[in-house]
């Protein structure tokens, strides 16, 4: 368990031969949390599902858990941004959370009580045990979301990679969220999110802003600079407090 | 009740008509399961058309029918993944162009030969009352591999219907599976076009497991709900064809659809009921 969870070197993630973002350097240690902060188009989500090993690397080097990517998808945890048919699978909220589980036994060997411990305990964490028997698609889309951030939790996976995590969330979810993230690090996962929330990217260890290239990479209190956040996101934002204002707009896209 | 039950006890065809519907019924509500909750509906109603010139050519040539269909749809598949790799076409247009192509391919094959005048009709709509020993053999074989590859396959093809990215994330070969899911829509369609013909078996492939889809809270209850619509809707429509002299195969589809529209408009009657009282 001690092996780097994630190292990159020059890397460039996009799609065939078209980068969408290059120059990434990146170093992360088991229990360790990094951000991945942008706008739409950034290359936030493009980078994760290349840590995912979904999209091959287009450019550089890319170590997963000690081993070229792709080879520990058993060790992994994705969160995807969008599902495909939520609405239609006859499915319960448990039987989805199950599904974490899949890989983590032989193909025709059974659900053990091991399993249903762990499915247990992420729902717990969650806050969904008591939607355990519902149908997904009679949920609202927070409470879905809570159900898919469970079936990340029910893999105990070594890396973490969740776009977009809070999406749909409210308050208490965002809290259920945050208690279940610092369980996942107190047993050593390292996690990546990625994220245009700059409140949920300044808990993390490390931030790196991108707007189709690397803007900046360092703890949240050095690299969160309004400076910084007006070239990631076009427009002049301050951080006051926990929130977010709105202080000038970027006119260079103009040009 | 000798009405219900008579027909089948004292008639050898129409015994083998019902276990053929049943056997047909089971294999679509599994296969059909996997169709609707990964909207493939376009190309299994495609591969249910293409397979028509592999079954003509087949007779025109003297061969086994089930050999041509298995052409037929072999063509289909591998024309889809052809087309979709070496074009920027989409899915649907592959499908839609080599699903007209094929079908105008039979007819004109169908309209070439004089040995095969009239078969069009038996091939299309199948001979549900023309059952024989070697088709509910087939029927069965084609039941069990289904089965089999169903059980070893469950949970890829679960999360393929899920999400496809999370199925390739877990190191799943997603494409691998999408083509086993292809191959067992395939089959099906070939094996099936016998009885309820190449038109029809589509039928059988959506609408029990569109009822299963209204009804049910889990994968494996829908597969059971597509069942039963799939034998009372064989059981039903046989009996109305007995009675009335209407088309076997037809009304046995024509059973399934109608129970899938009473259902929907159950459901959704119990859903506004529902929502008033809220």
């Known amino acids: ?255 | 009740m000798g009405n219900f039950v008579d027909p089948f006890l004292h008639n050898g065809f129409m015994q083998r008509a019902l276990l053929a519907g049943i056997l047909v019924s089971l294999t679509c509500a599994i296969v059909g399961t996997y169709v609707v909750l990964r909207g493939m509906a376009f190309i299994g109603d495609a591969l249910a058309h293409g397979v028509l010139p592999g079954v003509a050519g087949a007779m025109i040539l003297g061969m086994p029918a089930m050999l041509g269909a298995a052409v037929g749809a072999a063509v289909m598949v591998g024309g889809v993944g052809f087309i979709t790799a070496r074009s920027k076409l989409s899915n649907d247009t592959a499908i839609g162009l080599l699903f007209i192509g094929l079908l105008a391919l039979g007819v004109v094959l169908v309209s070439s030969s004089d040995k095969l005048t009239g078969d069009l009709e038996s091939i299309l709509f199948g001979q549900f009352l023309g059952v024989t020993h070697s088709d509910l053999l087939a029927q069965a074989i084609a039941l069990v591999v289904v089965l089999v590859v169903t059980v070893f396959a469950a949970r890829p093809f679960l999360l393929l219907c899920f999400d496809g990215d999370l199925t390739r994330a877990m190191g799943y070969k997603a494409q691998w599976y999408h083509r086993l899911m292809l191959l067992l829509i395939a089959g099906t369609v070939v094996v099936s076009f016998q009885t309820v013909g190449s038109l029809l078996v589509f039928g059988m492939l959506l609408a029990p497991a569109g009822v299963g889809a209204l009804l049910a809270k889990r994968i494996g209850t829908m597969m059971l709900w597509a069942s039963v619509v799939g034998i009372a809707s064989t059981y039903f429509g046989l009996l109305a064809s007995y009675h009335f002299s209407w088309a076997a195969g037809a009304s046995v589809v024509l059973t399934a659809v109608a129970i899938f529209f009473v259902v929907l408009t159950g459901v959704s009657l119990q859903k506004f009921v529902q929502g008033v009282r809220t």
């Open chain 1, 1 to 255: 368990m001690s092996e780097t969870a994630v190292v990159a070197r020059r890397l460039s993630v996009g799609y065939g031969s078209h980068a969408v973002l290059s120059g990434v350097e990146a170093f992360l240690k088991p229990g360790g949390s990094t951000a991945l902060v942008g706008s739409n188009g950034s290359g936030k989500s493009t980078l994760l599902k290349t840590l995912a090993g979904l999209l091959p690397v287009v450019a550089g080097g890319l170590e997963i858990l000690g081993r070229p990517v792709g080879e520990s998808s058993q060790r992994v945890a994705y969160l995807s941004q969008f599902h495909q048919s939520g609405f239609v699978l006859p499915l319960r909220a448990i039987d989805v959370v199950r599904m974490g589980r899949f890989d983590q036994r032989s193909r025709f060997a059974r659900r053990t009580r091991a399993d249903d411990v762990i499915v247990n305990e992420s729902m717990e964490l969650l806050k969904v045990s008591d939607l355990a028997d519902r149908p997904l698609r009679d949920l609202s889309g927070g409470q879905q979301q809570r159900v898919y951030l469970a079936q990340v939790l029910a893999r105990r996976s070594a890396l973490l990679l969740l776009d977009e995590p809070t999406a749909g969330l409210d308050a208490p979810g965002r809290a259920a969220y945050i208690d279940a993230l610092n369980f996942e690090r107190s047993r050593g996962a390292a996690v990546v999110t990625a994220t245009h929330d700059v409140g949920e990217a300044s808990m993390c260890d490390r931030v790196l802003l991108l707007a189709g290239r690397v803007i900046a990479d360092g703890p949240p209190n050095v690299v969160m600079t309004p400076e910084n956040l007006l070239e990631t996101f076009g427009i002049g934002l301050t951080k006051v407090g926990d929130q977010l204002v709105v202080t000038e707009h970027h006119h260079d896209h103009d040009h």
